[in-house]
C-alpha cells in the first residue's frame, strides 16, 4: 500500500480545503513517527500556503487528541494518526485517519460461525449480534457485515464509526465513538457483542461497560476468535478489590490524565466535593503520564483516583504502590448506599452530572445529621477483616494566644507562631501531609535550636569553581 492511501493523503486535503485550515498539527503514535516527515513533507507539497506541525510524545495517551499541544502552534485542526479512544474534543476541530489493517473477512466469518455455534448450538446463527470494531480495521465493516449475512446470521447490527472534521465534537454516540440503531422494541441487553480486533484497552472497556452481554472477539492478526466473558469476571473481581481498598483509604489523590476530553473539569471539582463531604482528604495532581516512580512519590496519599478517557483510566495497579481507581469506581467506594452490581460506567460526562448531585445529597445529610452523624463510627473492612476507623480531615483551626515560648511545634499536628505584637497563635494542622510529616517521615528538615548554637565569626571560604580552588595553585596533570 502506498503512503498515499495508508496515510490517507486524498482526503486529509480536502478537509484541509474544505475548513480552509492555515495551521494543521500531525499528531502520530510512536509506532508511526518513522513515517512522519514523509507524511508532513508530502502534505506541504500539496498544499504549500498551509503550516504543518509533527506533534510527538503525546502529554497524555497516543489514543487522545492532544489538544495542549495543538494549542502550542496555535493549530486550528489535529489531524489524528493510528488508534483513536474517540473521545469528544472540545477546543480544536479533529480528523481522524485510522489506516487500513489487514482483515480477512471471509475467515473472520467462518471462526466467528464455527465459535458461536460450538458456545451455544441452540442460537447458533440466528443470534443477535452487535458487531464492533477497533479503529484499524473500521474500513472492513461492510465487508464483516456482508460475510456475517452470507453465513447465516440474520440478525446482525452494525456500528458506525466518523472519522471527520466534525467526529469529536459529536454530542452523542452509543458505545466509545461507534454510532449503532437497534431495531424496534430489542434491548442491547438482548444483543451478544462482537468485536473485531485484537487486545486492546478499547476491548477491554467495551466488555467492561456492557458486562451483562455476552462477549466474543476476533483478532484478525492471529486470526482467532474467542469468547471474552469470562475474562470480564475475572476483570471485574480485580477491579472490585482496588474499590474495596479506595473505600479504606482516608487521603484520596486526583490525578489529571487528560486536558482535553470534554467534562474532565467538572468531573474533578466534583470528585473533590464528594471527598470533602464523605470527611476524607482530596489532592489534585498533575505529573503527565502516571508512573509508579511519580506516584511513589505522594507517600501520605493511599489511593488515586485517575482522571482520563475511557482508554486511559482503567489501570492495572500492580506495580504502583497504591490502588488507582476510576471515577466510577471511587464513587461506588463513597456513595452512602450505592452497590456493585457489575455495570460498569466510564462516561466523562454522565460521572460529572451524577457524581456532583451525590455530593451535594452527602453534604446536605451531613448538615441534616449533625453531631450525630454514623460516620464518625468505625466500618468493617474487607481488606483487613477488622474495624476500621475513619479520620476526619477539614481545615486548619488557629488559636490565638497560645501558651508557647518560642516558635515551633508542640503537640502532633500543631504548630505556634509568634506574630510581630508579639501574640503567640496555635495553628492544628488538621492536614494529611502534615500528619504524614509528623509520625511517619523520619527528615524533618534542619533542627531549629534556637540560642543552644554558639555565635562564631564569618570565615572567607574557598573561590573559584570545582576544577581548581584558588588556593590550590595551578597544578599540571
Same mark, same amino acid.
Given at each position: 500500500?502506498?503512503?498515499?492511501?495508508?496515510?490517507?493523503?486524498?482526503?486529509?486535503?480536502?478537509?484541509?480545503?474544505?475548513?480552509?485550515?492555515?495551521?494543521?498539527?500531525?499528531?502520530?503514535?510512536?509506532?508511526?513517527?518513522?513515517?512522519?516527515?514523509?507524511?508532513?513533507?508530502?502534505?506541504? #507539497?500539496?498544499?504549500?500556503?498551509?503550516?504543518?506541525?509533527?506533534?510527538?510524545?503525546?502529554?497524555?495517551?497516543?489514543?487522545?487528541?492532544?489538544?495542549?499541544?495543538?494549542?502550542?502552534?496555535?493549530?486550528?485542526?489535529?489531524?489524528? =494518526?493510528?488508534?483513536?479512544?474517540?473521545?469528544?474534543?472540545? &477546543?480544536?476541530?479533529?480528523?481522524?485517519?485510522?489506516?487500513?489493517?489487514?482483515?480477512?473477512?471471509?475467515?473472520?466469518?467462518?471462526?466467528?460461525?464455527?465459535?458461536?455455534?460450538?458456545?451455544?448450538?441452540?442460537?447458533?446463527?440466528?443470534?443477535?449480534?452487535?458487531?464492533?470494531?477497533?479503529?484499524? =480495521?473500521?474500513?472492513?465493516?461492510?465487508?464483516?457485515?456482508?460475510?456475517?449475512?452470507?453465513?447465516? +446470521?440474520?440478525?446482525?447490527?452494525?456500528?458506525?464509526?466518523?472519522?471527520?472534521?466534525?467526529?469529536?465534537?459529536?454530542?452523542?454516540?452509543?458505545?466509545?465513538? &461507534?454510532?449503532?440503531?437497534?431495531?424496534?422494541? *430489542?434491548?442491547?441487553?438482548?444483543?451478544?457483542?462482537? +468485536?473485531?480486533?485484537?487486545?486492546?484497552?478499547?476491548?477491554?472497556?467495551?466488555?467492561?461497560?456492557?458486562?451483562?452481554?455476552?462477549?466474543?472477539?476476533?483478532?484478525?492478526?492471529?486470526?482467532?476468535? !474467542?469468547?471474552?466473558?469470562?475474562?470480564?469476571?475475572?476483570?471485574? !473481581?480485580?477491579?472490585?478489590?482496588?474499590?474495596? *481498598?479506595?473505600?479504606?483509604?482516608?487521603?484520596?489523590?486526583?490525578?489529571?490524565?487528560? $486536558?482535553?476530553?470534554?467534562?474532565?473539569?467538572?468531573?474533578?471539582?466534583? $470528585? *473533590?466535593?464528594?471527598?470533602? #463531604?464523605?470527611?476524607?482528604?482530596?489532592?489534585?495532581?498533575?505529573? /503527565?503520564?502516571?508512573?509508579?516512580?511519580?506516584?511513589?512519590?505522594?507517600?501520605?496519599?493511599?489511593?488515586?483516583?485517575?482522571?482520563?478517557?475511557?482508554?486511559?483510566?482503567?489501570?492495572?495497579?500492580?506495580?504502583?504502590?497504591?490502588?488507582?481507581?476510576?471515577?466510577?469506581?471511587?464513587?461506588?467506594?463513597?456513595?452512602?448506599?450505592?452497590?456493585?452490581?457489575?455495570?460498569?460506567?466510564?462516561?466523562?460526562?454522565?460521572?460529572?452530572?451524577?457524581?456532583?448531585?451525590?455530593?451535594?445529597?452527602?453534604?446536605?445529610?451531613?448538615?441534616?445529621?449533625?453531631?450525630?452523624?454514623?460516620?464518625?463510627?468505625?466500618?468493617?473492612?474487607?481488606?483487613?477483616? /477488622? =474495624?476500621?476507623?475513619?479520620?476526619?480531615?477539614?481545615?486548619?483551626?488557629?488559636?490565638?494566644?497560645?501558651?508557647?515560648?518560642?516558635?515551633?511545634?508542640?503537640?502532633?499536628?500543631?504548630?505556634? $507562631?509568634?506574630?510581630?505584637?508579639?501574640?503567640?497563635?496555635? +495553628?492544628?494542622?488538621?492536614?494529611?501531609?502534615?500528619?504524614?510529616?509528623?509520625?511517619?517521615?523520619? +527528615?524533618?528538615?534542619?533542627?531549629?535550636?534556637?540560642?543552644?548554637?554558639?555565635?562564631?565569626?564569618?570565615?572567607?571560604?574557598?573561590? /573559584?569553581?570545582?576544577?581548581?580552588?584558588?588556593?590550590? /595553585?595551578?597544578?599540571?596533570?
Amino acid at each position: 500500500m502506498s503512503l498515499e492511501e495508508a496515510f490517507e493523503i486524498e482526503r486529509t486535503l480536502a478537509a484541509i480545503q474544505q475548513g480552509s485550515y492555515k495551521k494543521v498539527a500531525l499528531q502520530f503514535p510512536d509506532e508511526l513517527l518513522p513515517q512522519s516527515t514523509s507524511v508532513a513533507l508530502l502534505l506541504k #507539497a500539496l498544499a504549500p500556503d498551509v503550516s504543518f506541525f509533527v506533534l510527538a510524545d503525546t502529554t497524555y495517551g497516543p489514543c487522545c487528541v492532544d489538544e495542549v499541544a495543538a494549542e502550542h502552534v496555535l493549530a486550528d485542526l489535529v489531524v489524528h =494518526y493510528g488508534r483513536a479512544c474517540l473521545g469528544r474534543v472540545s &477546543r480544536v476541530a479533529c480528523l481522524y485517519v485510522f489506516g487500513h489493517a489487514p482483515l480477512d473477512a471471509t475467515h473472520c466469518a467462518t471462526a466467528l460461525t464455527s465459535l458461536m455455534r460450538t458456545i451455544d448450538p441452540d442460537q447458533g446463527t440466528n443470534a443477535h449480534i452487535l458487531l464492533l470494531f477497533d479503529t484499524p =480495521y473500521q474500513w472492513a465493516s461492510e465487508n464483516v457485515y456482508s460475510a456475517l449475512k452470507e453465513a447465516g +446470521f440474520s440478525n446482525v447490527v452494525p456500528s458506525h464509526i466518523n472519522a471527520g472534521v466534525d467526529a469529536g465534537n459529536l454530542e452523542k454516540t452509543s458505545s466509545y465513538g &461507534r454510532k449503532y440503531t437497534l431495531p424496534d422494541g *430489542k434491548l442491547l441487553s438482548e444483543y451478544a457483542i462482537v +468485536f473485531i480486533g485484537g487486545e486492546s484497552l478499547t476491548l477491554t472497556n467495551i466488555i467492561m461497560t456492557h458486562s451483562g452481554n455476552q462477549s466474543y472477539s476476533y483478532d484478525p492478526v492471529s486470526k482467532v476468535a !474467542r469468547e471474552e466473558s469470562s475474562a470480564v469476571n475475572k476483570m471485574l !473481581r480485580r477491579r472490585y478489590v482496588m474499590v474495596q *481498598k479506595a473505600k479504606d483509604a482516608d487521603v484520596i489523590g486526583i490525578v489529571v490524565g487528560t $486536558l482535553g476530553v470534554v467534562s474532565y473539569l467538572p468531573l474533578i471539582e466534583h $470528585l *473533590k466535593k464528594l471527598i470533602t #463531604a464523605c470527611g476524607k482528604k482530596p489532592y489534585l495532581i498533575a505529573v /503527565g503520564k502516571p508512573s509508579p516512580a511519580k506516584l511513589g512519590n505522594f507517600l501520605e496519599i493511599q489511593a488515586f483516583v485517575l482522571v482520563a478517557c475511557p482508554e486511559n483510566t482503567l489501570v492495572d495497579s500492580k506495580e504502583f504502590m497504591q490502588p488507582i481507581v476510576t471515577p466510577f469506581e471511587l464513587e461506588i467506594a463513597l456513595v452512602r448506599g450505592k452497590e456493585w452490581t457489575g455495570q460498569y460506567e466510564t462516561d466523562l460526562t454522565k460521572l460529572a452530572e451524577r457524581i456532583g448531585l451525590e455530593a451535594d445529597e452527602e453534604i446536605q445529610r451531613k448538615l441534616d445529621m449533625g453531631s450525630e452523624d454514623e460516620d464518625d463510627e468505625p466500618h468493617f473492612s474487607l481488606m483487613t477483616g /477488622g =474495624y476500621k476507623s475513619r479520620k476526619q480531615y477539614g481545615d486548619a483551626e488557629e488559636t490565638q494566644d497560645a501558651e508557647a515560648g518560642v516558635d515551633g511545634e508542640t503537640s502532633e499536628g500543631a504548630v505556634l $507562631l509568634r506574630k510581630p505584637a508579639g501574640a503567640v497563635s496555635k +495553628f492544628v494542622m488538621n492536614s494529611a501531609a502534615g500528619d504524614f510529616l509528623n509520625s511517619k517521615r523520619t +527528615f524533618k528538615g534542619l533542627e531549629v535550636k534556637l540560642g543552644e548554637t554558639a555565635v562564631e565569626t564569618a570565615n572567607e571560604g574557598r573561590a /573559584g569553581v570545582a576544577s581548581g580552588y584558588s588556593e590550590e /595553585g595551578n597544578s599540571a596533570n
